[in-house]
């Protein structure tokens, strides 16, 4: 004879119940069953995410940086990653807010900085020169107060080693602070603390004139994909291209506005 199959469903639930119920307050309010965690998430208000100024970039996450988040952007020299953290910088100044640049890469200079409009009065500039001492400094200024933090690496190697749990002290900051993190690094360093990471391959380089005539470079076009997006609630597109004039990549104003295979005009500031 066999034994009668047990309701598992039941018992979880009565078992579960039980315990929670013997659990003192202050661990019972912040303790709770997946499905309820769930069904809190989904009823959670959208914050809008933060927009960079680069388009395909805000497209391809959906709208923007993720708030609460932190946002890994890989890629190596000529891919437009630095690019990008100067672009979000000169966005978040240009509207009044402040924003902090952990430069450990030493590639940021701020005449030519300011020239692209990105105000210095609104912006703090910090220099480490190894990654936990950078790591500990975003995390610092996250909560401090800072909204947006940009942590640029620089190019390879990347000098430090901190342990996953840095990385992932510097995203539980974020999310407590409700703050974004963008980090712009040679080769993937988070590991699975960031909430998206995306990857923009080498530029490549446009030009203009007659074969066999006289040539001029214009820009460069990079490849962005977007290998990771956690808690995204809507299906986005997975890669753009995305394209730097010269003159962008001198830290200067854009000369002209390009167009994508997308038909989206976008700007950008710098492409190193």
Not at 3 to 12: G, I, V
Not at 52 to 75: C, H, K, Q, W, Y
Not at 183 to 197: D, E, F, H, I
């Amino acid at each position: 004879m066999t034994a009668p199959e047990p309701k598992p469903d039941s018992t979880t639930e009565t078992g579960a119940g039980t315990v929670h119920a013997t659990l003192p307050d202050e661990i019972r309010r912040a303790v709770c069953r997946a499905s309820e965690l769930s069904r809190r998430r989904e009823e959670t208000p959208h914050e809008a995410p933060l927009a960079t100024s680069v388009a395909n970039l805000d497209e391809v996450l959906g709208g923007g940086l993720p708030r609460g988040a932190l946002v890994e952007l890989v890629g190596r020299g000529s891919s437009g990653r630095f690019s990008t953290l100067i672009a979000t910088l000169q966005q978040m100044t240009s509207a009044g807010e402040v924003a902090a640049l952990v430069d450990q890469g030493s590639q940021f200079d701020p005449q030519t900085a300011m020239a692209a409009g990105i105000d210095l009065d609104r912006l703090l500039w910090l220099r480490p020169e190894r990654l936990d001492d950078s790591l500990a400094a975003a995390e610092m200024l996250i909560a401090t107060g800072f909204e947006f933090v940009a942590l640029d690496l620089g190019l390879p190697p990347v000098l430090g080693r901190p342990p996953l749990a840095a990385w992932l002290r510097l995203a539980r900051g974020a999310a407590t602070h409700h703050a974004v993190v963008l980090v712009g690094s040679p080769y993937r360093l988070s590991g699975c603390a960031a909430a998206a990471v995306l990857s923009s391959g080498c530029g490549r380089g446009r030009w203009s004139g007659s074969v066999g005539g006289l040539r001029l470079l214009d820009g460069i076009s990079a490849r962005l994909e977007l290998d990771k997006h956690t808690g995204s609630r809507t299906r986005q597109s997975t890669h753009a291209v995305t394209v730097f004039t010269t003159a962008e990549a001198a830290f200067r104003a854009p000369l002209a506005t390009s167009t994508t295979p997308s038909s989206r005009r976008q700007r950008h500031v710098q492409s190193v």
